[in-house]
């Protein structure tokens, strides 16, 4: 029987640690987890029951007894992953216990509708199947929306951005087009997971923000993901910021924080100001040519991000806020960001406070689905 007092993120870390090679015996557990022997033998002998692990031939003695290997089990088929934008996914392939095996990026039409996007996203498994994992059966499926997500139900409620997707049942349509687990979840969500599990700090309080087309956010505590009572927290793009120009927002209102501070915006204000952009990818590379009317817009845009954080900052008070999605990728946002916060919040919130963009970057949202995927679908990689 499973020891109850081991916790489900202790259970995801030990895991995570054997994944990538950093530790191969009880002991090594013992001192990276920073837990009693007593611990790791309990949770040792959970995955062992579970089929998770292996423990076999022994290891270099460093003055006792020579250590038992721990190995996880041979994985055995893939979980395809998908993260939707606006106007393109990121699609990509993940072991059962969670490590991405191949991603790339494909071009869609969100507002085309569930129907003919999922149908793009089907054909890219299919592909990146057959060149990366071939041979190997599909486990599960893991998709994140840019928008609200009824989770663990996967019904889209209310998306601005998304016309046409508003109460689709997307977990049902991609459950019935595969016949294998679906997770669906919200994009922010996903690669603030993601991140949480790259960044490999146990115990740390984060907001994550993921800052692209739109924005989008969640507190990540004690290794979970705060959802809210119907699992649609973390909506700050339609925080009201001052500053905004009232500007009418897709949400209906006016003044919200996607209006000045999200990719759209951007791309918005510089095509008033006379620049060829159609897209967040074209912000970022007239900000990477030094383009002074898009650095200025930029920057504006990163403070008001710290304006909209910085309540959230002084009521949370978290150990990290990570900025991701694609703006993350511009110093001088993330830097106006952090220098808004360093002088809005108190000085108590900020002295150990790290400020940074993300460390998983564009992949952060197909990690996130891998680990959702096999929490929810109980894949083991027996």
């Known amino acids: 029987m499973s020891d109850p007092s081991i916790s489900t993120t202790l259970r995801e870390q030990t895991l995570h640690l054997l994944?990538?090679?950093?530790?191969?015996s009880r002991a090594e557990l013992v001192e990276a987890l920073q837990v009693a022997p007593s611990t790791v033998t309990g949770l040792v002998r959970r995955l062992l029951e579970e089929g998770a692990i292996l423990e076999e031939g022994v290891g270099r003695s460093t003055g006792g007894r020579r250590p038992r290997i721990l190995r996880l089990r041979g994985a055995e088929g893939v979980v395809a992953v998908a993260e939707l934008g606006a106007q393109h996914a990121r699609v990509g392939l993940c072991t059962p216990d969670g490590r991405l095996l191949a991603a790339e990026e494909i071009a869609i039409e969100i507002a085309a509708g569930p129907g003919e996007v999922f149908d793009v996203v089907a054909e890219a498994f299919g592909r990146i199947r057959t060149t990366s994992a071939p041979g190997q059966a599909m486990l599960g499926i893991g998709v994140a929306l840019p928008g609200p997500v009824d989770f663990p139900h996967g019904r889209l409620v209310g998306p601005a951005r998304m016309p046409g997707w508003s109460g689709v049942d997307a977990r049902v349509d991609l459950a019935e087009r595969f016949n294998v687990p679906v997770v669906v979840d919200n994009d922010a969500k996903s690669a603030a997971i993601g991140e949480y599990v790259v960044r490999d700090r146990a115990g740390e309080e984060m907001i994550y923000v993921k800052a692209g087309t739109g924005i989008g956010g969640c507190l990540v505590s004690g290794g979970q993901i705060y959802r809210g009572g119907r699992g649609l927290s973390g909506d700050v793009t339609h925080v009201r910021v001052a500053?905004?120009?009232e500007r009418h927002c897709s949400c209906g209102s006016r003044g919200c924080l996607e209006t000045v501070a999200s990719g759209a915006a951007l791309v918005r204000q510089l095509a008033e100001q006379g620049l060829k952009v159609a897209r967040t990818r074209d912000v970022i590379a007239a900000v990477t040519d030094?383009?002074?009317?898009?650095v200025t817009l930029v920057r504006h845009a990163g403070g008001l991000l710290g304006v909209a954080l910085s309540g959230?900052?002084?009521?949370?008070?978290?150990?990290?806020v990570v900025i991701g999605g694609a703006l993350s990728s511009l110093d001088v946002y993330v830097a106006a960001a952090r220098g808004m916060l360093y002088?809005?919040?108190?000085p108590?919130?900020?002295q150990s406070l790290s400020i940074e963009a993300s460390v998983a970057g564009p992949d952060a949202a197909l990690v996130g689905l891998g680990h959702l995927v096999r929490a929810a679908a109980d894949v083991r990689t027996a």
């Open 19 to 24: 994944a990538s090679g950093k530790v191969a």
């Open 312 to 320: 959230l900052v002084n009521f949370l008070n978290p150990d990290a």
């Open 348 to 350: 108590s919130m900020t």
């Open 290 to 294: 030094a383009e002074p009317t898009a």
């Open 243 to 245: 500053d905004s120009g």
């Open 343 to 346: 002088e809005r919040c108190l």
